[in-house]
């Protein structure tokens, strides 16, 4: 409920993850890929389902921030696409039925505690040789807390049932290690 609450707060300013910019990575994705449903994890303020919509998807988004959610369906509106819109919890997607062909995760899954739930939900909703673009900050020290993947949590994807497709190590905008990844749901 705490860190709810911060999260929330955040977006009374400017959290400093929210660009406001879609990323290049989810255009290469839409390229190469044809429009079906989407959902987007930890979809803040919206602006990766204003995208996607734009596009032709069908997108539905959840976050567990009431204020961002707020904000993401006046971004919406504005931009005149539909979406579907939800505050909830990533790690049980509680009335949210897929298949999804694609789950866009933009520096969700690296904070989450309960990851073993988060990809129980998302295999659930994901169909059957979907794909799942998520990018995150790695951590450089393994025994480090706070937000960051460790590479025991690539192992605990690919074990769960989701091969990677592409990784593209990179640097967020603070200098601190990231990476894009394209896994693909082995059903």
């Known amino acids: 409920m705490l ?32 429009a079906g449903r989407a959902i987007d994890l930890g979809c803040g303020t919206g602006t990766n389902m204003v995208t996607l919509a734009q596009h032709g998807w069908q997108v539905t988004g959840i976050d567990f921030a009431p ?13 005149g696409v539909r979406a579907e819109i939800r505050t909830g919890d990533v790690t049980q997607l509680k009335g949210i039925s897929g298949p999804f062909d694609l789950a866009l995760d933009l520096g ?14 998302l295999r659930r909703v ?12 790695l951590r450089t020290d393994p025994e480090a807390s706070g937000p960051g993947l460790k ?21 967020d905008k603070r200098g601190r290690r990231s990476a894009w990844f394209l896994f693909q749901h082995m059903a």
């Open 67 to 79: 204020r961002a959610i707020q904000i993401a369906k006046r971004k919406l509106a504005k931009a």
């Open 3 to 34: 860190r709810r609450l911060e999260f929330s707060l955040w977006y009374f300013f400017r959290p400093p993850w929210d660009s406001g910019i879609s990323p290049p990575e989810l255009f290469d994705f839409m390229e190469h890929h044809a």
């Open 151 to 171: 590479e025991d949590d690539i192992e605990l994807i690919k074990s769960s049932g989701l091969q990677i497709i592409n990784r593209k190590n990179s640097w």
């Open 126 to 137: 994901l169909a059957p040789e979907g794909y799942w673009l998520m990018y995150g900050r």
């Open 108 to 121: 969700c899954f690296h904070g989450i505690h309960e990851r073993g739930a988060y990809l129980k939900a």
